[in-house]
């Protein structure tokens, strides 16, 4: 299981303030994350330790809660939620949750949709989950646009063009009726310092990049209009020092972003071999060390890289997580 997921800086001006992660009007009911491969496997990760502030999540190849040490899932998030290192599981029973499994994938199994669908069908009804696992797409995200043909593994950026937007798929389930937005080849990314948010202010120490990126909606600047909060984890060695924004780009959601008033936050790890992370995946099994037989610190709250992006959300969306 470990493997499935792997696949899954800029000498940029850094700001320590952070000036451009504020003033947004943010409807915080709405705050919602999604990823890719070791994204989409965080994504879950972290949609479950913060059920009280995220209203959904969508995974593309990625895997359940806790499920690269734990065999007895459920029974092991409840202990977890008992002690109050995650937030209440009753927190997801309204939640959307959308899942994207290729039938052709070579390095996530197909069975991990199932079992990502089974694990929230623990604590959800099944009208909030949608399970795509019929498409012969290789390891990717979904495009009825961008990427490689569909049953091929098409890296760097992982877009596979099979008639089926991925992005507006989940985002018309997270948020209902949406508009399909206009196609342009570009789209204006803002950088943002991510080593605020860690301590020691060094995001390194926690695997991630000095910088991350925020895609703002034109009706969303200077919190006239409010707006949606969507938070993106890429996978494996797919990180801004290695491919830019490439992924980004073609993922076909900064448009949808443009089109429905969805403030994108795009947080970036850096591979560091170290760390015992040399490819650069979110960590979801506990490669800094925060993983003690069934206390699973990294997959909680007070894991360095989960904390580290609540306190992101928490000053675009100008709310607590505690």
């Given at each position: 299981m470990f493997i499935f997921c792997l696949f899954i800086s800029f000498g940029l001006p850094i700001f320590s303030q952070n000036i451009i992660l504020e003033?947004?009007?943010?409807?915080?009911?709405?705050?919602?994350?999604?990823?890719f491969s070791s994204g989409a496997?965080?994504?879950t990760q972290f949609h479950t330790a913060f059920s009280k502030s995220i209203s959904g999540v969508g995974s593309f190849a990625g895997a359940p809660y806790l499920s690269f040490w734990s065999s007895t899932l459920q029974e092991d998030t409840l202990l977890l939620a008992d002690s109050g290192l995650i937030d209440?599981?009753?927190?997801i029973k309204d939640d959307k949750i959308f899942i994207f499994?290729?039938?052709?994938?070579?390095?996530?199994?197909w069975g991990q949709g199932k079992r990502i669908k089974e694990f929230y069908q623990n604590f959800t009804s099944d009208e909030n989950i949608i399970l795509k696992d019929d498409i012969n797409s290789e390891h990717g995200v979904p495009s009825d646009k961008e990427g490689?043909?569909?049953?091929?593994?098409?890296?760097?950026?992982?877009?596979?063009n099979c008639n089926y937007s991925g992005g507006e798929q989940l985002f018309k389930h997270l948020f209902g009726e949406i508009?399909?937005?206009?196609?342009?080849?570009?789209?204006?990314?803002?950088?943002?310092?991510?080593?605020?948010?860690?301590?020691?202010?060094?995001?390194?120490?926690?695997?991630?990049?000095?910088?991350?990126?925020i895609f703002i909606p034109s009706q969303?600047?200077?919190?006239?209009?409010?707006?949606?909060?969507?938070?993106?984890?890429?996978?494996?060695?797919?990180?801004?020092?290695?491919i830019g924004d490439g992924y980004?780009?073609?993922s076909g959601i900064l448009s949808l972003g443009e089109a429905n008033n969805i403030v994108l936050l795009f947080p970036q790890i850096k591979h560091n071999i170290l760390q015992g992370n040399p490819f650069g995946c979110w960590d979801w099994w506990g490669y800094l060390g925060l993983v003690d037989y069934f206390s699973y610190t990294y997959a909680t709250k007070n894991g360095t890289q989960m904390a580290g992006v609540a306190k992101m959300i928490e000053k675009v969306a100008n709310i607590s997580m505690v």
């Open positions: 003033d947004f009007l943010i409807n915080s009911s709405t705050i919602s994350v999604s990823g496997c965080f994504a209440p599981v009753e927190n499994q290729g039938i052709n994938d070579t390095i996530t199994p490689g043909p569909c049953p091929s593994l098409n890296s760097p950026f992982f877009i596979n508009s399909e937005g206009s196609y342009q080849d570009q789209f204006t990314l803002n950088d943002f310092n991510q080593n605020e948010f860690f301590e020691d202010n060094d995001a390194n120490k926690h695997g991630l990049d000095d910088i991350g990126y969303c600047e200077n919190g006239i209009t409010e707006c949606h909060l969507h938070v993106h984890f890429h996978g494996c060695n797919m990180e801004s020092g290695l980004i780009q073609r």
